[in-house]
Each structure stands twice: as structure tokens, then as C-alpha cells.
């Protein structure tokens, strides 16, 4: 099975909101003259740019054993069932069914996730709750990266 890479990237729209921002902020800055407004329509494109480029920049992989979610990489050997999430049930863990001490990888414009328990007993991490478009795939991926169990 190909290893699994996935970017959770922000949605078009936001880009969209984010050009029309940046307009907004060209018409302020009309009446103080072409170089505000040059020099304002630049600093605010590459603003939002950056900050909508590094808010969608997070990633989920599993390669060589191991899930990388964010900053965090751990073994495969040390998760235990991985559980696709329909948005009801998404919503259900990240609200009122989180456990603080759970590390998740949150995006709020991903309906859809995977909880993956962590059965390592050094490990205070309940369980890892990952945004993500293709639950099913991540789910299908962590069980092929499971050594087999004899």
C-alpha cells in the first residue's frame, strides 16, 4: 500500500475572503496615496498569504511505522485501533467528549476524523483525534503499517 501523506490545507474560500480583506484594506488606504496603497496591498497580500499558507500547512503521514500527525510522530506499535469519525461523531470528540490530555490535530474546516487510541503505557495520551478529509484511507493506511501479530 502506498504510504499515506495528506495536507490539511485551508479551503478555497478562504483565500477567497482573504483577497477580498486584502481589497478592503486597497480601498482604506486610497486616500493616502498610491505608495500607502501599493505598499499596504503588499504587506497585507503576503500576510494573509503566509498566514493562511502556515495555518493549512499541518500534514498527517504514515511512513516507515509511524504516524505523523503535526509535530508529534509516534510508532505504529504504540496505537491501538484507529476509528474513522462521520462529522456527528467528530464533533462529539473534539467537544464534549474530548479528554484534555488527548493531542489533536484540529481543524475546524475538516468535517470529518480518525481517533486513534495510543496503547503505550508510558504514555499519558489517551488517544490522538486527527482532522482529516479521508478518514477511511488514514484508518485503512494505519492498519497496513501495523506489523502482523502471530
Known amino acids: 500500500m502506498k504510504p499515506y501523506d495528506e495536507r490539511l490545507t485551508v479551503p478555497r474560500t ?4 482573504a483577497l477580498f480583506g486584502v481589497i478592503l484594506l486597497g480601498v ?4 493616502l496615496g498610491p505608495v500607502a496603497l501599493l505598499c499596504g496591498l503588499a504587506a497585507g497580500g503576503a500576510l494573509a498569504g503566509v498566514a493562511l499558507s502556515t495555518y493549512g500547512s499541518a500534514r498527517i503521514r504514515v511512513v516507515a511505522g509511524s504516524l505523523v500527525a503535526g509535530q508529534a510522530r509516534i510508532p505504529v506499535t504504540a496505537l ?3 476509528r474513522a469519525l462521520d462529522a456527528d461523531e467528530a464533533r ?3 467537544t464534549h467528549r474530548a479528554d484534555a490530555r488527548a493531542h489533536m ?3 475546524a474546516y475538516i468535517p470529518t476524523a480518525v481517533r ?3 496503547t503505550d503505557p508510558g504514555d499519558p495520551t489517551p488517544y490522538l483525534y486527527l482532522s482529516t478529509r479521508r478518514p ?3 484508518t485503512a493506511a494505519l492498519a497496513a503499517a501495523r506489523p502482523d501479530v502471530a
Request: glycine share 4%; hydrophobic share 65%.
Open 14 to 17: 478562504w483565500w477567497l475572503m
Open 136 to 138: 477511511d484511507r488514514l
Open 28 to 31: 482604506a488606504l486610497v486616500p
Open 116 to 118: 486513534v487510541e495510543v
Open 92 to 94: 462529539a470528540w473534539r
Open 80 to 82: 491501538g485501533e484507529a
Open 105 to 107: 490535530l484540529l481543524r
